[in-house]
T-cell receptor, first 118, second 109 residues
Framework: GAVVSQHPSRVICKSGTSVKIECRSL??????MFWYRQFPKQSLMLMAT?????????EQGVEKDKFLINHASLTLSTLTVTSAHPEDSSFYIC??????????????FGPGTRLTVL | AQRVTQPEKLLSVFKGAPVELKCNYS??????LFWYVQYSRQRLQLLLR??SRESIKGFTADLNKGETSFHLKKPFAQEEDSAMYYC???????????FGQGTRLTINP
């Protein structure tokens, strides 16, 4: 159980175009999802926290208008990279939080999406 | 501010040898600590969390509040333990995780 999927797994786009990445919790409902960015050989950097039915909370330094997040249902969050540029090329990973019980704060991660902007 | 430090980027040990991956944190309240593991070509997955006090795949980790550490240990390393290991912290009442830089563990035969 607690599987998170991402689509697409890999995308190549031209500079200036927008790319949408989907994150789905397949067998559980996730009121909270998270979007991370990972550069080669580096750790995960949290970009934003996505709460179902409300606006996402962005981390400092992350452009809200650049990285649009929508969490319209309990099983789907989307990240849209608008007007993508080569510096946006990265590995984007989502996770969904399984909440419940005292101190239980586990996140389940998607497989990631490799974005390459030409 | 919340911070997680994993001082070793790379760690290499021989099969059967003990292994310890270091993790230190900075947080003023009561944190929740996790170890996540990423095997080659696989997604990040939870290995263990301090509140569970469990041993997973032979690994254990004890939260030492005095030293603000949460080191991951295994007495006898196996080749299948080779992976990237991330220590992560969640602040009291917080939802998000703060990750360390990760340690790439290689178990040599």
């Amino acid at each position: 159980g607690a599987v998170v999927s991402q689509h697409p797994s890999r995308v190549i786009c031209k500079s200036g175009t927008s790319v949408k990445i989907e994150c789905r919790s397949l067998d559980f409902q996730a009121t909270t999802m998270f979007w991370y960015r990972q550069f080669p050989k580096q750790s995960l950097m949290l970009m934003a926290t996505s709460n179902e039915g409300s606006k996402a909370t962005y981390e400092q330094g992350v452009e809200k208008d650049k990285f649009l997040i929508n969490h319209a249902s309990l099983t789907l969050s989307t990240l849209t990279v608008t007007s993508a540029h080569p510096e946006d090329s990265s590995f984007y990973i989502c996770s969904a939080r399984l909440a419940g019980g005292t101190g239980r704060n586990e996140q389940f991660f998607g497989p990631g999406t490799r974005l390459t902007v030409l | 501010a919340q911070r997680v430090t994993q001082p070793e980027k790379l760690l290499s040990v021989f099969k059967g040898a003990p292994v310890e991956l270091k993790c230190n944190y900075s947080y003023s309240g009561s944190p929740e600590l996790f170890w996540y593991v990423q095997y080659s070509r696989q997604r990040l997955q939870l290995l263990l969390r301090h509140i569970s006090r469990e041993s997973i795949k032979g690994f254990t980790a004890d939260l030492n509040k005095g030293e603000t550490s949460f080191h991951l240990k295994k007495p006898f390393a196996q080749e299948e333990d080779s992976a990237m290991y991330y220590c992560a912290l969640s602040g009291q009442g917080a939802q998000k995780l703060v990750f360390g830089q990760g340690t790439r563990l290689t178990i040599n035969p």
